[in-house]
């Protein structure tokens, strides 16, 4: 059975710092990677993709994908209390139906 | 639309009621997914229609729940014979081409079976 593992937290930073949240996934076809934003609430919006090893960067946030070790992790940078929501992670490719974690609960304290 | 629309945005209804929920997906999007989201729990899926395909019906919790596209178009979810335990957000979402795309979320249809 497909898992995407997730801690499901909380995870509280202080203001400014930098929060990681990380993800480990099992089903080694998988190709895409993906990181949504959930506020309580609300739907999930997309915050990263990710497709090969590495890292990569857009604004404060990085995705870093290694497929050897089944793992993305992302950071976010000079967080602030506006970050504080549930992060997704979520893998796709090995079949047509993403999967998804449960989320990391990030808290973001002024 | 410049986004997945959704509709209801909140249902009450009571136990054994049918109910209908609507999605929208972008324009041009061929998948289209439906999701449970229990509170505080993760995405359930369970739904995928891709194009004029057969859909994947492998995560309907029960024969109560069925679901609905035409061709690439609107998509309806409904339930029969509602129970409380199937007050949730239903999610539903759509990607351009099929799961390794990035999947774009409609705000969701809360359901509350009283």
């Known amino acids: 059975q497909k898992e995407v593992e997730q801690n499901s937290g909380p995870l509280s930073v202080p203001e400014g710092a930098i929060a990681s949240l990380n993800c480990t996934y099992s089903?080694?076809?998988?190709?895409?990677f993906f990181w949504y934003r959930q506020y309580s609430g609300k739907s999930p919006e997309l915050i990263m993709s990710?497709?090969?090893?590495g890292d990569k960067e857009d604004g404060r946030f990085t995705a870093q994908l290694n497929k050897a070790s089944q793992y993305v992790s992302l950071l976010i940078r000079d967080s602030q209390p506006s970050d504080s929501a549930t992060y997704l992670c979520?893998?796709?490719?090995?079949?047509?139906?993403?999967?998804f974690g449960r989320g990391t609960s990030l808290i973001v304290h002024p | 639309g410049a986004g997945v629309s959704q509709s209801p945005s909140n249902k009450v209804t009571e136990k054994g009621k049918d109910v209908e929920l609507r999605c929208d997906p972008i324009?041009?999007?061929?998948?289209l997914y439906w999701y449970r989201q229990r509170l505080g729990q993760g995405l359930e899926f369970l739904i995928y229609f891709q194009g004029n395909s057969a859909p994947d019906k492998s995560g309907l919790p029960s024969d109560r729940f069925s679901a609905e596209r035409t061709g690439e178009s609107v998509s309806t979810l409904t339930i029969q014979r509602t129970q409380q335990e199937d007050s949730a957000v239903y999610l539903c979402?759509?990607?351009?081409?099929?799961?390794?795309?990035?999947?774009?979320f409609g705000p969701g249809t809360r359901l509350t079976v009283l």
């Open positions: 990710i497709y090969s090893n």
């Open positions: 324009s041009g999007h061929t998948a």
């Open positions: 089903d080694r076809v998988s190709q895409s």
């Open positions: 979520a893998a796709g490719g090995g079949s047509y139906i993403p999967t």
């Open positions: 979402a759509s990607s351009l081409v099929r799961g390794a795309d990035t999947q774009y």
